[in-house]
């Protein structure tokens, strides 16, 4: 089923729009300053959405001063308090991330409900493996795929009752296949954005193959509207990698791509020196390209046939080629600064 469009501010999920790169912030959400440059540097980096939580009075009179500072929309992230969602959404907050069963009663959701029709803004709920309650964990043997979806489903169908479907849903567990079935099963049942996720991936490289395997996973099957992945790590990091995961699975492009030979015994170059070297050099650059930075003339030019451009170098010389062509032989010392005229140059008009 193909998911519906919302809208969080101005940043468009589901319906075919671009997948969105979201994060969280981890300063106090009432130490404003700190808070805002830390969403101007995720910001910086790509970060599309921000969420922070709201934990007490004075982290809610935050969010107008949090606003004015910074361009993105903000989600504010309430567990268990109806006030504070409510005075987060007089106070301008441009979505909520509630689950309607920690609200208290009925009555409580549904004033909360009136409220973000009146603002016009949606409501995030999310579903993890810990937040199941217990008469479903009951009925569906402890936490599995059916015990998640149905969760999910309890909790829209909560907001449903009082008239209110600008709802994304988020279903996350720390189990990869769980979370990809989970998600999978969800997006047949209903046509509610889905934010993806793995909770507690952990940090390190652990984190970010638990977290590329089960958002790229599903991204790749086509669920999955809006995406988080959690480190436990500087938020910034989370930007690099969630935008490494859209670029990869070629669902967006974020300007340039360097990829690299696995280098071989055939390796005539400082591969990692030059590659660097090319990263820096083309960070700022927007142009959609991909750049290889091969080990050996030999092979190089041909093993890569499918990047825009390529180098290679070996025994003084640099070799640069296009679409797998040779087109200059360069000094060694000269094949950045070649490679960068010969892209600028294809890129004039
Ligand atoms: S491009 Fe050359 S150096 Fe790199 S892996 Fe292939 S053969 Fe080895």
Known sequence: MNSKTISVGDVLIGGGNPVSIQSMTNTKTKDIEGTISQILRLEEAGCEIIRMAITDDEDVAAITKI????????IADIQFSQRLALKSVVNGIDALRINPGNIGNEQKVKEIVEECKKADIPIRIGVNSGSISQDILDEYN??????????????????????????????????????????????????????LGVTEAGSGTRGIVKSSLGIGTLLNMGIGDTIRVSLSEDPVEEIKIAKSILQSLELRSFGVEIVSCPTCARTEIDLIGLAKQIESATEKMKYNIKIAVMGCVVNGPGESKEADYGVTGGKGVGIIFKKGEIVKKVNEEDIVRELLNLIEEDHKN
């Open 67 to 74: 606003k004015d500072g910074v361009n993105i929309p903000i």
């Open 142 to 195: 402890g936490v599995n795929v059916d015990s998640l979806v149905q969760s999910a489903l309890r909790e829209i169908s909560v907001l449903e009752k009082y008239g209110f479907y600008n709802t994304k849903v988020s279903i996350k567990s720390s189990s990869v296949p769980l979370n990809i079935e989970a998600n999978k099963k969800f997006r047949e049942l209903t046509d509610y954005p889905l934010h």
